[in-house]
């Protein structure tokens, strides 16, 4: 059974960083994707970042290029570094993953099978 872990979140001033996690268990594929998405109360989820275990490529959104960094490691944990943090960075924080063959990537959330229960990050002064 898959299951996705976030933490990592909280409450930081802006400009101030945070390192989320996200640990997986009970991927049985070769290799996977990794998403990062997050919602903020009254709207829709947004895709933030993915990442592919095969070759470590990765995708942005627009709103993060240049202060958010997607990471992994060998033991089945994503990281996204979030740098430079803004009021409008405040959401819940989910991360999602997809079993795949190859590299493929999306910051699509419908192609993404699994997800977690997300964490709260709040930017404020």
Excluded: H
Excluded at 105 to 118: F, H, Q
Aim: proline share 2%.
């Amino acid at each position: 059974q898959v299951q996705l872990v976030e933490s990592g979140g909280g409450l930081v001033q802006p400009g101030g960083s945070l390192r989320l996690s996200c640990k997986a268990s009970g991927f049985t594929w070769n290799y996977y994707a990794i998403g990062w998405f997050r919602q903020a109360p009254g709207n829709w989820r947004e895709e933030v970042s993915c990442v592919s275990s095969r070759d470590g490529s990765t995708i942005y959104a627009d709103s993060v290029k240049g202060r958010f960094t997607i990471s992994r490691d060998n033991a089945n944990t994503v990281y996204l570094q979030m740098n430079n943090l803004k009021p409008e960075d405040t959401a819940v924080y989910f991360c999602a993953a997809r079993g795949n063959f190859n590299s493929d990537l999306s910051l699509s959330a419908k192609w993404y099978d699994y997800w977690g229960r997300g964490t709260q990050v709040t930017v404020s002064s």
